[in-house]
T-cell receptor, first 115, second 112 residues
């Protein structure tokens, strides 16, 4: 597609359930980022994928969070045993080459609400 | 470590008013600086950027000048429109890796 897409756009779940969020980056973009944005706050880096290199998972807040990416395509972010503090908008972005000065192209986000 | 500080919002202005959203940073060396904008219901998108001191980034009537002496990158627009209502994020890259350092965002509300 022309831009980064994310699904679902909204997800409401019960505490303790697992959720899976999906990101489709722009075709040909080698780098992909996941961020978390809590209400009224800035972007919190979660994880970074660049080509076939090992991902940088340094931003994942706990071992309940994991992410995968197949090659340079779709990525999924999984949150296990969700907690209320996981409620946030999860944003995905891709860049051509993964250099910090590259323009980051963002998807519309997935709004996660944990009841 | 590196950091970005933005003025707190919301900033509420009337249409055609002059806009300034302050952004200051702390970084070693010579970072690149960015403004991203998040319109309601849309994804974040790059608004403008500057890669060296005294550079001026501009787009859609917005401008920001990279001031190394004051470590600032304030966003300005001479006459705002209702359609400029959005959340604006200042960010920097210190070129050491692939990450941006993000400010907390400033919500801008323009009233007709």
């Amino acid at each position: 597609g022309a831009g980064v897409s994310q699904s679902p756009s909204n997800k409401v779940t019960e505490k303790g359930k697992d959720v899976e969020l999906r990101c489709d980056p722009i075709s040909g973009h080698t780098a992909l980022y996941w961020y978390r944005q809590r209400l009224g706050q800035g972007l919190e880096f979660l994880i970074y994928f660049q080509g076939n290199s090992a991902p940088d998972k340094s931003g994942l807040p706990s071992d309940r969070f994991s992410a995968e990416r197949t090659g340079e395509s779709v990525s999924t972010l999984t949150i296990q045993r969700t907690q209320q503090e996981d409620s946030a908008v999860y944003l995905c972005a891709s860049t051509r080459a993964g250099i910090s000065t590259d323009t980051q192209y963002f998807g519309p986000g997935t709004r996660l609400t944990v009841l | 470590g590196d950091s970005v500080t933005q003025m707190e919002g919301p900033v509420t202005l009337s249409e055609e008013a002059f806009l300034t959203i302050n952004c200051t940073y702390t970084a070693t060396g010579y970072p690149s600086l960015f403004w991203y904008v998040q319109y309601p219901g849309e994804g974040l998108q790059l608004l403008l950027k500057a890669t060296k001191a005294d550079d001026k980034g501009s787009n859609k009537g917005f401008e920001a000048t990279y001031r190394k002496e004051t470590t600032s990158f304030h966003l300005e627009k001479g006459s705002v429109q209702v359609s400029d209502s959005a959340v604006y994020f200042c960010a920097l890259s210190d070129h050491s890796n692939y990450q941006l350092i993000w400010g907390a965002g400033t919500k801008l509300i323009i009233k007709p």
